[in-house]
């Protein structure tokens, strides 16, 4: 399994390189997207992952098919009986559209761990990319999803989402708990 690398690996402070799209679909490609999932899904808290993050400087992010199991300020939906959605993987996404409203949102990162701020991040984005078959496709989003590209694309574009948060705190493992109000995802 590939490791999450953490806030000192200098991949995580370089622009990310397009793959070529004939190569989308290529094994090492293919092997790169599993195993991104492979290190997601080990991660409870994880809601998506740019390949920077697993020492891959290539423009690729995916998001956890658990995003969609969670309510818009990310908390659990209340309902038992949630659906699997699968992952959606992103191959060179391009920003086609920012909101001007913003909001100030809570954030984590799992290259960050255990680190929490607030950032201000567009209401509402809308993202233009590949998806792990080489096929174009655009995705509007809002909430916590509209949160996930920003934070996703700044993965690619070499920053972290510390460089612009402010009330940073570090929470590590022993000071949460499953009683916790605030829900805390990263990415």
Excluded: W
Aim: glycine residues 4%; hydrophobic residues 35%; proline residues 6%.
């Amino acid at each position: 399994m590939a490791d999450i690398v953490q806030r000192h690996d200098p991949v995580l402070r370089k622009l990310a390189s397009e793959v070529p799209p004939e190569d989308i679909t290529k094994p090492i490609i293919k092997h790169i997207i599993a195993d991104m999932k492979i290190a997601l899904d080990s991660q409870i808290d994880g809601v998506a992952l740019a390949a920077p993050q697993i020492a891959v400087p290539l423009r690729i992010f995916i998001i956890s098919g658990k995003v969609f199991n969670l309510k818009r300020n990310g908390e659990p939906k209340d309902d038992k009986d949630h659906r699997y959605y699968p992952d959606i993987v992103f191959v060179n996404p391009r920003m086609v559209k920012l909101s001007k409203d913003k909001k100030i949102m809570e954030e984590g990162c799992l290259s960050v761990r255990y680190a929490y701020g607030k950032t201000e991040r567009s209401t509402k984005a809308t993202v233009e990319a590949y998806d792990a078959n080489g096929k174009k496709f655009s995705k509007g989003a809002s909430g916590l999803m509209a949160q996930i590209f920003q934070h996703e694309m700044d993965h690619l574009e070499g920053k972290l989402f510390i460089d612009n948060a402010f009330e940073i705190k570090e929470m590590p493992p022993e000071h949460t708990s499953d009683n916790d109000d605030d829900t805390q995802h990263e990415s």
